[in-house]
């Protein structure tokens, strides 16, 4: 429950820190009017303006009838949602038919319409990236804020030319890939190379000429982030993950994680975990889901071990 005391927030470097704390992640409370700091409870702020609508519904219908707007405006969409379209059925809102002068004056519309529309390279570009998108990120099972951060970030590029000279198909999947990374989302890029229409080389040179040519933070891939994922695939206990995860954050405490592959690292710290806690995996199980060789799990596992000091007979 939140504290009633009130705090206030400061900005360092554009970022709101709460004093309480020192912590800069805050939840809004649009019941109460809240800004609530979520690490220490702390009230940042009391006067958050409610910026829904004033009606109520209750069921989905009831929703739809009084909703007075459409659908929101999304990135992933080629015309962001905002196009409009003219109806080809020479009908109006009754279902009349129109008269000659009117639907000869539709059809003029109609016709500059479709041409300031399509055949603009920038919109045509837009409509086929967007598909692929969609594609690509329903195979791989990627959620809506990613896609939507992916589109960000081909808009991005396309804005500054990146796409002039290369296919749409390796910028799209270096895209979805940049917006895995951001999200925190276990994507390799193995696994998006597996799923998209071009090889791993120019998608390779697209994330890299993304990365350095468009302005956006991408974390670094770590090794914690594939472990929900990996220890899904194994049916592995809880325990077991949360052993795995300890294993991890020494190891990165310790430096051992610095130009190792992340997918070796989790494999070899689920190995570990599982002969520690009795829920042990073979490294040929581990190596498939994680798409890495055996060797790579074994030789990740031996320098866990003598690194972080690890006696497999007993618990650390």
């Keep these: 429950m939140a504290n009633l005391a009130r705090t206030k927030r400061v900005r360092i470097n554009k970022t709101e820190v709460c004093m309480g704390c020192g912590e800069s992640v805050f939840t809004n409370d649009y019941t109460r009017g809240e800004n609530i700091c979520t690490s220490c ?45 003219i109806d080809w059925r020479n009908k109006d809102a009754s279902g009349r038919a129109l008269t000659t002068n009117t639907r000869a004056a539709i059809y003029r519309m109609r016709k500059w319409h479709i041409r300031s529309r399509v055949h603009s390279s920038h919109h045509r570009n837009l409509g086929f990236a967007m598909s692929e998108m969609e594609r690509l990120s329903s195979q791989l099972g990627i959620p809506r804020d990613a896609r939507e951060t992916a589109a960000l970030i081909y808009r991005k590029a396309l804005t500054k030319r990146l796409v002039r000279g290369r296919s749409i198909d390796s910028v799209v999947a270096a895209s979805v890939y940049l917006a895995c990374r951001i999200h925190r989302i276990p994507r390799r890029l193995d696994e998006i190379v597996t799923e998209a229409k071009t090889n ?22 770590s090794a914690k982030d594939l472990i929900p994922r990996l220890s899904s695939d194994l049916r592995l206990e809880g325990r077991t993950v949360r052993k795995a995860t300890e294993i991890i954050k020494r190891a990165k405490d310790e430096r051992i994680t610095i130009g190792k592959d992340p997918g070796g690292i989790a494999g070899a710290a689920l190995y570990i975990a599982g002969i520690l806690e009795a829920d042990r995996r073979t490294q040929r199980e581990i190596a498939k889901v994680s798409h890495v060789t055996e060797v790579t799990i074994r030789n990740r596992y031996k320098e866990l071990v003598r690194s972080l000091g690890i006696t497999l007979d007993t618990d650390f």
Excluded: C, H
Excluded at 68 to 75: E, S
Excluded at 200 to 221: D, F, M, T
């Design 41 to 85: 409870g702390l009230v940042a702020s009391d006067r958050i303006a409610d910026r829904g609508p004033e009606w109520r519904a209750f069921t989905a219908e009831e929703r739809d009838a009084k909703a007075r707007t459409g659908a929101p405006m999304r990135l992933s969409i080629a015309d962001k949602g905002l196009s409009t379209t």
């Design 200 to 221: 791993r080389k120019q998608i390779s040179q697209a994330v890299r000429l993304v990365i350095s040519k468009v302005n956006i933070y991408v974390p670094l891939a």
